[in-house]
C-alpha cells in the first residue's frame, strides 16, 4: 500500500467516524435535551447537515480512491448506510406540518429510518476498523476499545436524559422544590382547582 492509498483510507475512516461517531449522536442528544426549543432545533440540524455532508465526502473518497467491488461487508453496510442516511435526510426536509394529516405516519418512518442510519453508521466503522486491519496487518484494538467506550457514554447519556427529565418534574432535585406543572401536565381536575388552596 502506497503513502497516498493509506492517508486516504485513514481520512475516510475520520470523515465518516466524525459523521456517524460524532455529529449525529451530538445531533440526537441536542434533539432529545431541546424540548421543542427553537435554537436547540436549528442547532441540531446544523450539527445533521454537517454530518450527512461529511459522510458523503466519505462516500466520494471510496469512490474515487478505493476497490468497490463490493466483496466485503464494510462496503456493503456502507452502501446501505449512505442511501438510508440520504432518505433521512430527504423525510426531514419534507416533513408535513404538526398536526397534519399525515404526520403520525411521518414521524413513525422518520424515527425508524434514523434507528436504522445510527446502526448502520456504527455498525459500519466497527466494519471499517477490521477492514482497516486487515489491510495493512495493523492493530486497532487501542481504537475499537475507545469508539466502543465513546459509544457506550452517549447511549448512557441518551437513557439518562429522559430520567433526568423524569425526576426534575417529580420534584426531586433543585432542593426538593416541586416543579410546577404546566397546563398540558395537569389534569383537567386540577385544572378547574388551579385557585383552590387545596393540592391536586
Known amino acids: ?66 476497490d468497490n467491488s463490493f466483496n466485503n461487508d464494510h462496503q456493503r453496510i456502507g452502501l ?8 433521512q435526510a430527504f423525510l426531514g426536509i419534507f416533513r408535513p406540518h404538526r398536526g397534519s394529516k399525515g404526520r403520525s405516519i411521518w414521524f413513525l418512518f422518520h424515527w425508524l429510518v434514523g434507528i436504522a442510519v445510527s446502526l448502520l453508521g456504527v455498525i459500519n466503522i466497527y466494519t471499517g476498523l477490521q477492514a482497516y486491519s486487515k489491510r495493512t496487518s495493523k492493530n486497532v484494538r487501542f481504537w475499537t476499545i475507545i469508539f466502543t467506550v465513546e459509544i457506550s457514554l452517549i447511549l448512557f447519556f441518551y437513557l439518562l436524559q429522559e430520567k433526568w427529565h423524569y425526576i426534575l418534574r417529580q420534584g426531586t432535585i433543585l432542593r426538593n422544590k416541586p416543579v410546577q406543572p404546566t397546563d398540558r401536565e395537569m389534569s383537567p381536575r386540577c385544572q378547574q382547582k388551579q385557585a383552590s388552596p387545596e393540592p391536586c
Do not use: C, D
Not at 13 to 19: D, E, K, R, Y
Not at 29 to 46: A, F, P, V, Y
Not at 80 to 87: D, G, K, P, T
Open 1 to 66: 500500500m502506497n503513502p497516498q492509498l493509506s492517508f486516504m483510507i485513514k481520512l475516510h475512516g475520520f470523515l465518516l467516524w466524525a459523521s456517524v461517531g460524532f455529529l449525529m449522536p451530538v445531533a440526537i442528544l441536542i434533539k432529545r435535551m431541546s424540548n421543542r426549543e427553537q435554537s436547540g432545533t436549528r442547532l441540531r440540524i446544523i450539527f445533521y447537515v454537517f454530518s450527512v455532508l461529511l459522510a458523503t465526502a466519505g462516500a466520494v473518497m471510496s469512490i474515487k480512491y478505493f
Open 80 to 87: 446501505a448506510f449512505y442511501i438510508v442516511m440520504w432518505l
